[in-house]
């Protein structure tokens, strides 16, 4: 199969960062097709060659186990073609259009990793040169849009261009290993399936938490913040995975239709909700790994006087048989005690507790994103001293970590994704419906936010964020994972 992969914003960060390195991994891995061409867009005035050595240098940044050799590198290297375009001109995409239909590729990718406000140039422009062919499939990646209007209008101008299975929406958060697994947990395994369900699970907690700051995104991350960067899409996924029906099978439109039902079953926020259910925090000076960091504020390309959120926690309730009643928390931010993604099932305790240790202890099943990915189902047992309590009771946890399980035959996220357009595989993409419900959802807090005259509440970088968060679960007697 000949395949070629246009990538608008082909000198971008995400190109650097995710893109490519995910790339140069299929090529290693032999899974990216015979002879694929790989075009990198920019505004830059570059050759092939100098292209290639850009890359070349930023993946001397890579950790070592995922750096090219010098002989894989000038094979890679032989895919790489840059063409320089102004995103507006006509006779730009009347170049690019003659440079593939030198080969006739049997599939094409148009991938735009640029600004959100370029799509719907950029897919007329390509209706314009007629390069939306029926080999064609386009990748958006997020943010597509900044709030439910502009997302709107963004999957309207792409839906006259190209018809819905034609178009993947990115969000590589199903692309992980760990989401793919609760996946197969659910929906692979009888055993949970009847604890999964109000009357046996207390509460579920989804932490996404960084180390990082905004780094060098600082200009981009004022205008979104984190609950369009990390809320609208990646936790609310993760809440899906967790929250949804089992599909009938395992089709892409089974899979989002399901989905869609848990994102329209959300609670609806109130003023007071609002109020009381949802944090939104700045970090502030710190410590991250013993190194001070600068606060939100005194980053490059930021207001001094932001009011962007770094942080955000919130609860919520799925409304409906299965879950009616039980909290779902979100927590996500920057420059947190740690990079940690996780999934927290956190099951009601015995109805009846026969040891006296036992009080206020019950089981939990966590799901691990990353650094590790895996599986801990936290249980009691009997402790170890028997002589002294024959009924004193101690926490074990079966562990399963699938890295080492799995280890060498595990694709990263992009590069599983990237994999699955190629072959047309819609199971991971996110539909537009599935969006435009993620939006609707989280518009209440964003226009709350607008008129909220109070700073976000600061946070001191290297911690887990505002203390209101614990304050919150704890109104609901519970606290976070990491404070058990
Ligand atoms: C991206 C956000 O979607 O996800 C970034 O734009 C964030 O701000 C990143 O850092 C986190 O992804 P991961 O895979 O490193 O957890």
Not at 54 to 70: A, Q
């Amino acid at each position: 199969m000949s395949f070629d992969l246009v990538l608008f914003g082909g000198t971008g960060d995400l190109s650097w960062r995710k893109l490519m390195p995910a790339l140069f991994q299929a090529f290693r891995h032999g899974t990216l097709p015979e002879g694929a061409r790989i075009i990198g867009v920019g505004r830059d005035d570059l050759t092939d060659e100098h292209y290639r050595e850009l890359i070349r240098t930023r993946f001397d940044k890579l950790d070592l186990c995922k750096r090219p050799s010098g002989d894989e590198f000038t094979r890679f290297a032989g895919l790489l073609e840059f063409v320089s375009m102004d995103l507006s001109k006509p006779e730009h995409y009347a170049y690019l259009h003659d440079k593939l239909a030198q080969r006739q590729a049997d599939t094409v990718v148009m991938y735009l990793a640029t600004a959100p406000t370029l799509f719907t140039t950029i897919v007329e422009q390509l209706a314009a040169a007629g390069l939306n062919t029926p080999q064609t499939r386009v990748v958006l990646e997020k943010p597509l849009g900044h709030d439910l209007t502009s997302n709107r209008a963004i999957n309207h101008s792409v839906g006259q261009v190209f018809s819905e299975n034609q178009i993947f929406r990115i969000d590589h958060y199903l692309g992980k290993p760990a989401v793919q697994n609760l996946f197969a947990l659910r929906f692979g395994n009888a055993l949970f399936e009847p604890l999964w369900r109000r009357e046996h699970i207390a509460n579920i907690q989804i932490t996404i938490a960084e180390e990082l700051g905004v780094e060098k995104r600082g200009a981009f991350y004022e205008t979104t913040g984190a609950l369009r960067d990390m809320v609208q899409n990646h936790a609310l996924q993760l809440l899906c995975a967790i929250g949804m029906e089992p599909p009938i099978n395992s089709h892409a439109d089974a899979i989002r239709d399901e989905k869609l039902k848990v994102l329209r079953s959300l609670k609806p926020w109130t003023t007071e909700s609002l109020t009381q259910d949802v944090i939104r925090g700045q970090y502030a000076a710190g410590a991250i790994g013993g190194q001070p960091v600068a606060g939100y504020r005194e980053e490059v390309g930021v207001n001094p006087n932001s009011q962007t959120e770094t942080f955000v926690a919130l609860r919520t309730e799925i409304s409906n048989w299965r879950w009616a009643g039980v909290p779902f928390y979100i927590r996500t931010g920057k420059r947190l005690a740690g990079r940690d993604a996780r999934i927290v099932v956190n099951f009601r305790p015995t109805p009846h507790a026969i040891f006296n240790s036992q009080i206020g202890m019950a089981n939990s099943l966590v799901i691990n994103l990353q650094p590790k990915d895996g599986l801990e189902l936290h249980l009691l047992a009997q402790g170890q001293d028997n002589r002294k309590n024959s009924h004193t009771l101690a926490p074990v946890q079966l562990d399963l970590d699938f890295d080492t399980r799995f280890g060498g035959e595990r694709v990263g996220a992009y590069e599983r994704l990237l994999l699955d357009v190629i072959d047309g595989r819609l199971n991971l993409f996110v539909r537009s419906d599935e969006q435009i419900e993620a939006w609707r959802w989280v518009e209440p807090i964003l226009t709350h936010w607008q008129n909220d005259t109070q700073d976000p509440r600061h946070y001191a970088a290297g911690t887990w964020g505002p203390s209101a968060t614990s304050a919150m679960i704890a109104r609901d007697g519970y606290c976070w994972s990491e404070e058990t």
